[in-house]
């Protein structure tokens, strides 16, 4: 009984042995479990976090790209306006090798001061027929002044150049009463010009007013005027204008004149003549000044008979003087002629007294009272003598046409002989005392 306890004991202990050995087993394998779950978990998170960083990565390197792209399109931008204007400064560059071939006929100059709708109105009729003869016609607006809305308006074309005239010098006029604005004028037409053919370097300069409008032929007439004031330095300066230039007065746009008067109002002058009368430019009333014949020393000037300008000039500095009576009914000339074909050879001075001498020949002579009558009734040219200047404003005065002298030479005259048409178109030739003797006719 005592060994069978005791073997009863004994398998007790073998089984207690084989339970906390079993139970040790069990720990140890929960321990490792425990374990490589805990590294199963870190090795989780720490893939979560290298994935986290690629995505980061990822992101920053799609930032990248997209700079990148537009950095390129910006580029590639830049790279076209950079060919664009490689191409722009190459066609300039060529363009500045042809006008060096071929210079300038003149350049181009609308005297302006305060007037800024005037000036837009000029401009308009300048750049409609310029702009196909730019090179040879470079067009410049000088400014008297500091008017914001003139400067503004002419800075706001780029087919032109601007030049201020900044003069703050007080004017001392000479006789009391005198406009100051003929003293500012004068200063400012000497600036201009000295500017122009001085620090430009042009050898002709075509001088407009802020007032004007030009013709379709303009700058073909002049073209055409420039070879004659090159030939010919009995010519002192080339003119778009004729006093007498209105409707009922004019017939013939192919037909040109020289005058012993200077026109003025659109006018075309040479670099050597300017050389000339710069250093003693009148202080003011430089028109009146250039007919003087202590200036222009029996030289002449070239005229149209039907204009190449129309003045709109209403106001002004001269106050729209003789403005509705001489200047609104002017014609401007609208026949497009073709200079170039045109034999202007008879202009020249040896060769315009001998035509001049002819035509006025033919005229008829017409005397006594009536002359107008007269006049009215004959088919062809007419001549009518006058005996000095009262004889002639009395009989411009029946005719209606300018009746004012300066210096002695009526408007338009030349060898004091003034023509115009009338009613059809038929000549009338005022002729002085002395223009047939001077022209070698006999008086009839």
Known sequence: MAKIFCDFRFLLFLAAVAFFYIQMRIFATQSEYSDRLAAAVASENQCTNQLRSLIDQISMQQERIVALEEERNRRELECIQLKNLVEDLKRKDLQRLIDKVQAPVAAVVIMACNRADYLERTIKSVLKYQTSVASKY???VSQDGSDPHVKSLALSYDQLTYMQHLDYKPVETERPGELIAYYKIS??????????????SFSRVIILEDDMEIAPDFFDYFEAAAAL?????SIMAVSSW????????????????RSDFFPGLGWMLARSTWDELSPKWPKAYWDDWLRSKENHKGRQFIRPEVCRTYNFGEHGSSMGQFYHQYLAPIKLNDVQVNWKSMDLSYLMEDNYVKHFADVVRKAKPIHGNDIVLKVSNIVGDVRIKYEDQSDFEHIARKFGIFEEWKDGVPRTAYKGIVVFRYQTSRRVFLVGPDSLKELGVADS
């Open 138 to 140: 470079p067009l410049f």
């Open 187 to 200: 200063r400012h037409y000497k600036w201009a010009l000295d500017e122009l053919f001085y620090k430009h």
């Open 229 to 233: 004031l090159d030939k010919d330095k």
């Open 242 to 257: 004729n006093d007498n230039g209105q409707k009922q007065y004019v017939h013939d746009p192919y037909m040109l004149y």
